[in-house]
T-cell receptor, first 115, second 113 residues
Framework: AQSVTQPDIHITVSEGASLELRCNYSYGATPYLFWYVQSPGQGLQLLLKYFSGDTLVQGIKGFEAEFKRSQSSFNLRKPSVHWSDAAEYFCAVAPNTGTASKLTFGTGTRLQVTL | NAGVTQTPKFRILKIGQSMTLQCAQDMNHNYMYWYRQDPGMGLKLIYYSVGAGITDKGEVPNGYNVSRSTTEDFPLRLELAAPSQTSVYFC????????????FGQGTRLTVV
């Protein structure tokens, strides 16, 4: 069965500093990969996704992620964090069967931004 | 753009009561899903549907039932509420075509006391 590991439960960064959130997955083949963000009391918003092709994907709000097949990783990065980026971030995978079905989520990383 | 709409947003149930969480989408998506979110656990799939009349169990289906009589609606039924079902429930939908993601509702926070 597939699984997703987000090793950092909580990360604190200063506004303007760079950010990297880690995500590793276990799956028999290359799955579809996603990063979602959840602000307090809100639903999940898609930041970016990887289905195929270029392993460096750009998302909304200045985020990017790099798929590394050899490391089974899909780490999320942002060069300069803004206070409004404080939220919980979820990495997720889905079988590469043609549509984004049956997501398996990591346990999330809560990002705190200090001014 | 309504997207995925969940009702109610909050609910408190007593042990043994039943209720239905409503989910509707207006994007004509084939796939619909129910997830629950518990602190520190991420989201886990309860049930999903690939189209009207077709449903299947996810990772944590016990204590829940679903039906899908139309493309738009995918209600989740709790028959005998238990404290272990205290959680935040998210409904999502996705289209059939490749290269698209799931769209989530705003969630229903359920407390069973």
């Amino acid at each position: 069965a597939q699984s997703v590991t987000q090793p950092d439960i909580h990360i604190t960064v200063s506004e303007g500093a760079s950010l990297e959130l880690r995500c590793n997955y276990s799956y028999g083949a290359t799955p579809y990969l996603f990063w979602y963000v959840q602000s307090p009391g809100q639903g999940l918003q898609l930041l970016l996704k990887y289905f195929s092709g270029d392993t460096l994907v750009q998302g909304i709000k200045g985020f990017e992620a790099e798929f590394k097949r050899s490391q089974s990783s899909f780490n999320l990065r942002k060069p300069s964090v803004h206070w409004s980026d404080a939220a919980e971030y979820f990495c997720a995978v889905a079988p590469n069967t043609g549509t984004a079905s049956k997501l398996t989520f990591g346990t999330g990383t809560r990002l705190q931004v200090t001014l | 753009n309504a997207g995925v709409t969940q009702t109610p947003k909050f609910r408190i149930l007593k042990i043994g009561q039943s209720m239905t969480l409503q989910c509707a989408q207006d994007m004509n998506h084939n796939y619909m899903y129910w997830y629950r979110q518990d602190p520190g656990m991420g989201l886990k799939l309860i049930y999903y549907s690939v189209g009207a009349g077709i449903t299947d169990k996810g990772e944590v289906p016990n204590g829940y039932n679903v039906s899908r009589s139309t493309t738009e609606d995918f209600p989740l039924r709790l028959e005998l509420a238990a404290p272990s079902q205290t959680s935040v429930y998210f409904c999502a939908s996705s289209p059939l075509r490749e290269g698209t993601e799931a769209f989530f509702g705003q969630g229903t926070r359920l407390t069973v006391v």
